[in-house]
């Protein structure tokens, strides 16, 4: 009951416009080893408890901290911490994670999230069972959700089939998603993110990238499409016409900005000389703009446990981000990510630097001492606040 009480108490968002919301990119692609594409290591996708082992077998830099989630969502590892003890990992697709992240999106005034559905594992039971579970946890807490389309995994050299894929899965999986109260709309139409135009365009051609826009463009129920394109998505205007005539035809452009920039000096050039042009180009074009902004990433272990891991500037990095964002007044903003360890861009719960596995095989970092685990968030949290006062 009081559990009940608690979120009862905080007003739900409104989940019939997009438009000043601050929202995150939703991965729920982790699994217990065994359990299909695990995205911890990639042995444990065949069942191996992840630890130490090959170069590039661990896919993440940074540790989460897994003192908040259920004991029955967690599954130990052969990784030992400072303490002596195994460390967790969490499965993403148990309600209790679920409903953990919900409620510090409800704590941290995180209005919700943008799920990520992959193409080629849309028959994946896992992430099937994962929508209902967002759908049950948003309407406890009051949050919204959409499904963002991760198009990446999609080529034009073996295309056939893969628009009536999409639209299948949309109208047979995602529709009826649609009727939740706590479903993203826009002018009456259901939010879906198509991500990947033109971000990789040897891979996937404008032409095939036409054929997706305008068959989901068309689909039943009719939804409000939000584009997510490379981050210097405006010069293709003159070097790639035939990807630009397809951002045009959107709701929302949405950057991808990950790798754009990697310290404040970077960031504030791209602010001033790449997102402010940008800007005024969609709202001269009469679309949305909502640039995505994160609180760093590294990618070390991923890439065999060479080089150096990423750097986070003591949360300064993302703190003049979410400035901007003020300055801006974007459509919505979008962070990237909610829980994306392979790529280090998470904002929840992360050990600090004294806590992670001190081994050096492969070796992680962690955020600040003297940090609470869910920093990151609660940083958005207080700039979320201010950023919906705007509207």
Known sequence: MLAEAVTSSISAVDASTLQGKFLYGYQGFFRKPGNGNIHWTLSGSGGTTPGPSSPGDVQFDMFPAVE??????????????????RASLFESNCTGVVDTHFRWMQENSIDGILVQRFYGQFSDASFLQLLQQIRTAAE????????????????????NGV??????????????????????HHQGRPVLELWGFGINKPQLKAADCASI???LRSANPNPYVVLGVQWDWA???????????????ADVIQPWTVGAYNDIPSYEEKYQNTFVPDKALTDQLRLKYAPSIFAGSSDRNRQGGT?????????TFYEAQLKRQLDMKPFFVFGAMFDE???????????TASEVPPASNPGFYG?????????????????????????
């Open 341 to 351: 360890f392979p790529e280090s861009t998470q904002v929840i719960a992360t050990l």
């Open 163 to 184: 628009v009536s894929e999409i639209v299948n899965d949309y109208t047979t999986n995602i529709a009826p998603l649609i009727s939740s109260p706590s479903y993203l």
């Open 367 to 391: 955020i600040d001492e003297g940090m609470d685990h869910n920093y990151y968030l609660q940083l958005a949290g207080r700039y979320a606040v201010r950023y919906h006062q705007l509207f």
């Open 307 to 315: 080089g150096v891991f990423g750097n986070r500037y003591n949360g």
């Open 235 to 249: 010069n293709d205007r003159t070097n790639n016409p035939d990807y630009f005539n397809i951002y045009a035809q």
């Open 68 to 85: 908040q989630y259920p004991q029955e969502c967690l599954f130990p590892t052969n990784f030992i911490l400072p303490s002596g003890s």
């Open 140 to 159: 406890k807490y009051g949050r919204g959700f959409a499904v963002e389309y991760d198009l990446s995994g999609v080529s034009s050299a073996n295309f």
């Open 213 to 215: 826009f305008h068959a």
